[in-house]
Structure formats: structure tokens, C-alpha cells
């Protein structure tokens, strides 16, 4: 069954950088995509970007250009996400989801409590 | 970017009963349109995907429809267990933005 296990939970000052990990297992890592989605607390979702496994092209939203890098390790079935420049807005629950054509996510992780405070 | 509005916010329903949230583009986005259904402190969980398929594993009791730029998410027979959080997500262009969300609590 397929499964998707992210790293705990960071506390970061502002300006500070996060590197958040989802591990794949129980499908072709190579054969899907990968996208980030975030939930400020009470919100609703935010989607991030996304991330093929096989040919790295990647999409993002334009707010997060410049501070956001999708990346992946086919040797680990591992994706990241890294946000750098940190603010206190982006106090956040963080999400991947299996997205085969960065459509719809249709197996998702556990989530990553990201709190950005000084 | 495309905007995505769901109606209602909110609403209170009883066991049995149909329900119905729709969601409204800014734009047309074709059958490009995504539900999910999130339980607090859960992950998302996608229900309907291109408008009108349902999501392998999904209850025959979740239906979708629409194109262009409204679309409806359909609950026929309310379970106790679908009290929670739904969201429309269009996937047409970047940034694939969410709905609001509708809440749906017992009454």
C-alpha cells in the first residue's frame, strides 16, 4: 500500500530555513509527482508547487518564487520541500500528496507542524 | 489567478439527509475541478477528481458535476461519518488554488 511519511515537526526563527522530507513507499517512486500543500492554523489550503519524480520539471506559485525548492532523491523515494527566508506567516501544517500529472493529490502524508516565531 | 468560491460556508445537516456545496470559478476551468474532504488534524482526502469521477475507494454516496466555471459536490445519503471540512481545487492553471471550504456539522 502506498505510504508517504514526512519529518517531524520545526520550530524556526523568522528569516531562518526549513527542509521538510516526505518518504514514498509502495509505488514506483519514479512513475509520480509529488505536491506541497500548506494549512496555516484555522485556514484553509494553500497549494505550494509541485514536483515530478521522473523528469524533476517543476511548478510553484508565484508567491513563493524565490523562497521555495522542490527537490528529490529517486535513490530514497524522497522529496523536499525548502522554504527559506521564513516568517511568522508561514506558521503552517505541510502536506505532500502523490500527484501523478500535478492535478490532484491521491495519497497524502501525515503533515509537518512548521512554527516560525521568535 | 483563478478564484474558487463554495456556498455555502457552512451548514448544519442531519444523518440521512442530501446535501449539496457548490463552487464557482472566476473563470472557466473546463472539468478541472478536484473535492476533498479534511477531518480535523487529518490530511486531505481526495473524494472527486475531473468534476465527476469518483476517487477508487470513495462511497457511491459522493457524486460530482459541472464544467466550466460552476460545479457541484452532491452527498446523498449524509453518514455520520462525513461531518467534516470540503474543498474544491481546481487544477486548469498555477497556481491550482482551493475553495474556501464548506463545513458540514450536525444538527
Known amino acids: 500500500q502506498v505510504h508517504l511519511v514526512q519529518s517531524g515537526a520545526e520550530v524556526k526563527k523568522p528569516g531562518a530555513s526549513v527542509k521538510v522530507s516526505c518518504k514514498a513507499s509502495g509505488y514506483t517512486f519514479m512513475k509520480y509527482g509529488i505536491s506541497w500543500v500548506r494549512q496555516a492554523p484555522g485556514q484553509g489550503l494553500e497549494w505550494m508547487g509541485w514536483?515530478?519524480?521522473?523528469?524533476?520539471?517543476?511548478n510553484s506559485a508565484q508567491k513563493l518564487q524565490g523562497r521555495l525548492t522542490l527537490t528529490t532523491d529517486t535513490s530514497t523515494s524522497t522529496s523536499y520541500m525548502e522554504l527559506r527566508s521564513l516568517r511568522s506567516d508561514d506558521t503552517a501544517v505541510y502536506y505532500c500528496?502523490?500527484?501523478?500529472?500535478?492535478?490532484?493529490?491521491?495519497?497524502w502524508g501525515q503533515g509537518t507542524l512548521v512554527i516560525v516565531s521568535s | 489567478d483563478i478564484q474558487l468560491t463554495q456556498s455555502p460556508s457552512s451548514l448544519s445537516a442531519s444523518v440521512g439527509d442530501r446535501v449539496t456545496i457548490t463552487c464557482r470559478a472566476s473563470q472557466s476551468i473546463s472539468s478541472y475541478l478536484n473535492w476533498y474532504q479534511q477531518k480535523p488534524g487529518k490530511a486531505p482526502k481526495v473524494l472527486i477528481y475531473t468534476a465527476s469521477n469518483l476517487q477508487s475507494g470513495v462511497p457511491s454516496r459522493f457524486s460530482g458535476s459541472g464544467s466550466g466555471t460552476d460545479f457541484t459536490l452532491t452527498i446523498s445519503t449524509l453518514q455520520p461519518e462525513d461531518f467534516a471540512t470540503y474543498y474544491c481545487?481546481?487544477?486548469?492553471?498555477?497556481?491550482?488554488?482551493f475553495g474556501q471550504g464548506t463545513k458540514v456539522e450536525i444538527k
Open positions: 481545487q481546481q487544477s486548469y492553471s498555477t497556481p491550482r488554488t
Open positions: 514536483i515530478s519524480a521522473y523528469n524533476i520539471n517543476t
Open positions: 500528496a502523490r500527484d501523478d500529472r500535478d492535478d490532484y493529490g491521491d495519497y
